[in-house]
């Protein structure tokens, strides 16, 4: 099956800062995902980006399918924004990535 | 609120009982994932079903099973349930599934937390 790589595994950021979290996965895709595990449990829906660019608020993703990367942009980030960011690709299930944990500190 | 609904959100049972989680897809939604979450082992796929019928197995044990009604409401049974089997248990639905390829966004309940004591 197809292998989903992020990095850094770990990120800790003063409030107000940016940061960009990758993710590499190890074959062609029609679907890939990326998800906000809140300190909750919560899985929640960022992006459905196989390709291209998009924006929602202060975050933003880009997906460069011919050379397996996606990059998920947080900007001015908030103490709201910790949690585990989650990469997720489909062939016939939607496999996960090993996920980034981000602290914001205030 | 992503529209799918996971009941019981908490459980906590006793090594070898039997419990059973319940999905209720997005209005729509035909395909229903399960997946498990544990410390170790992360997400881990455990099983799809596409407008009730099985459709993808992973690595779903033997001790477990799962079905989808024609309502299309999906359950996952866990039997024989041993501490190791202590996980958030997510169920997800799409709007759509080729065997060829998924392009439908999957969208997450808020999970099942069971305990195994």
């Known amino acids: 099956g197809i292998q989903v790589e992020q990095s850094p595994p770990d990120l800790i950021l003063q409030e107000g800062a940016n940061s960009t979290l990758r993710c590499n996965f190890s074959?062609?895709?029609?679907?890939l995902q990326w998800f906000h595990q809140n300190p909750w449990g919560q899985l929640i829906n960022l992006f459905y980006?196989?390709?291209g660019t998009k924006q929602n608020g202060r975050l933003s993703a880009t997906t460069v399918a011919t050379e397996r990367y996606s990059l998920l942009y947080i900007s001015s980030s908030q103490t709201t924004d910790s949690g585990v960011y989650f990469c997720a690709v489909f062939d016939y299930k939607l496999s996960f990535g090993a996920g980034t944990t981000v602290t914001v500190r205030a | 609120d992503s529209g799918v609904t996971q009941t019981p959100k908490h459980l906590i049972t006793a090594t070898g009982q039997r419990v059973t989680l319940r999905c209720s897809p997005r209005s729509g939604d035909l395909s229903v994932y399960w997946y498990q979450q544990s410390l170790d082992q992360g997400l881990q796929f455990l099983i799809q079903?596409?407008?009730?019928?099985?459709?993808a197995k992973g690595n779903i044990l033997e001790r477990f099973s799962a079905q989808q009604f024609p309502d299309l409401h999906s359950e996952l049974n866990l039997s024989s349930l041993e501490l190791g089997d202590s996980a958030l248990y997510f169920c997800a639905s799409s709007v759509e599934n080729s065997l060829a390829a998924n392009t439908g966004e999957l969208f997450f309940g808020e999970g099942s937390r069971l305990t195994v004591l």
């Open positions: 980006i196989p390709s």
């Open positions: 074959d062609s895709v029609n679907n």
């Open positions: 079903y596409y407008n009730g019928e099985e459709r």
